[in-house]
């Protein structure tokens, strides 16, 4: 991370990964800070918090979630996020994940 980012707040929330405060200052709208606690819970993980942010309309955790799901190999994972994400599976959850990666 640029010296410049860890000087914000933001910044250094996820340098310390402060995952409660990234998420705090993301519900309050602060799309950098949104994105930041994406990038941490997709380096945790962190599926289900992924998922939920996702369904929220996270449109980042989505993407970082068909990536996580795509990586385990979790094809019926992958249809199921791509379904409620609106795409639909015309040949398999894979090209439907490629969508969702993309």
Do not use: C, F, N, Y
Not at 59 to 82: F, H, I
């Amino acid at each position: 991370m640029p010296w410049r980012a860890r000087s914000t707040p933001v910044g250094l929330l996820a340098e310390r990964g402060d995952l409660a405060g990234l998420a705090a200052r993301a519900d309050d709208g602060d799309s950098h800070a949104a994105r930041e606690l994406v990038g941490l819970l997709a380096k945790h993980g962190d599926v289900d918090t992924l998922r939920a942010r996702a369904d929220e309309g996270d449109v980042d955790a989505a993407r970082e979630l068909a990536g996580l799901l795509a990586g385990r190999g979790d094809l019926d994972g992958l249809g199921v996020q791509a379904q409620q994400q609106g795409v639909q599976l015309r040949s398999s959850p894979v090209v439907a994940a490629a969508w969702l990666i993309a």
